[in-house]
């Protein structure tokens, strides 16, 4: 059976900040791409923009997703959950404590909506730094896991700002949660046609340069884009990733 990926993105940025090399490897490799954007009616922005209503600053945020998706020629299958993001649902964006019962009952109802969306691999984020949209987002595919071919991807800009030792516990958390060795795959700078700098600026809502920053230091650091899981999975995408 051919490759094909699907990415769960807990926002419309966040595929983007932890994997626009992997995509446009990916792609170039004439692997079927679907971007499955989870929490899109929303407000948030990082910067001042002319008008906050959740209409218009929901729209705002799907059109930088589209020009992200023009520097592929638009060859992302974007599909769109339309779930409120977290400040639309409570006053707290960074968990600290137990998921509440309704936070419980979405990554239920995420769970149920992926087994029907997705064929092939799935990437989810890991949920380093604790956002409570990210959280849901791993809580629903730990649900699933035994159902799918899963892998991890580094949240960003919370991965740059921790210790590689932090990073490492995190993910042995998540291992140890499913019971499986988790191992990573580094998706090296070779060979690769974007700018990711260049691709991230899209997002103009959401960007600073303090984050611009991060996200390209991360990079640097790792000369690549790091994905973890277990390596029968691992496998499937090294062809691919010329890795």
Same mark, same amino acid.
């Given at each position: ?8 993105s807990?926002?419309f ?6 994997l ?40 705002l ?40 019962e ?10 149920? !909506?992926?087994?029907? &969306? ?7 984020? /890991? *949920?380093? $730094? ?23 991807y ?52 959401q ?18 884009? !790091?994905?973890?899981? &277990? ?7 090294? /062809? *691919?990733? $010329?890795?």
């Amino acid at each position: 059976m051919s490759l094909k990926i699907n990415i769960l993105s807990p926002h419309f940025d966040d595929a983007a900040y932890g994997l626009t090399l992997t995509i446009s490897k990916l792609l170039n490799s004439n692997v079927p791409v679907k971007l499955i954007n989870c929490f899109t009616v929303t407000r948030w922005t990082a910067i001042p923009v002319e008008s906050k209503e959740t209409e218009v600053v929901s729209l705002l945020r799907a059109k930088e997703d589209q020009s992200y998706n023009a520097l592929f020629d638009s060859a992302i299958d974007i599909v769109n959950l339309d779930l409120l993001d977290a400040p639309l649902r409570h006053d707290y964006i960074f968990r600290f404590k137990a998921l509440e019962e309704d936070e419980l009952e979405l990554a239920e109802d995420l769970r149920s !909506r992926l087994l029907q &969306e997705v064929e092939g691999v799935l990437f989810c984020p /890991l *949920s380093i $730094g604790d956002h409570i949209d990210h959280v849901i987002c791993l809580e629903a595919v730990l649900k699933l896991y035994r159902e799918l071919d899963i892998v991890f991807y580094e949240d960003l800009p919370y991965s740059a700002r921790i210790t590689e030792t932090q990073i490492l516990a995190h993910v042995q958390q998540v291992a140890e949660r499913l019971k499986v060795n988790i191992v990573p795959l580094l998706n090296t700078l070779s060979n690769c046609s974007i700018d990711k700098g260049t691709a991230v600026r899209v997002y103009e809502s959401q960007m600073n340069e303090d984050i611009h920053s991060e996200i390209l230091a991360h990079m640097q650091n790792l000369q690549g884009e !790091r994905i973890w899981g &277990e390596e029968r999975v691992l496998e499937k995408l090294r /062809l *691919s990733l $010329g890795c």
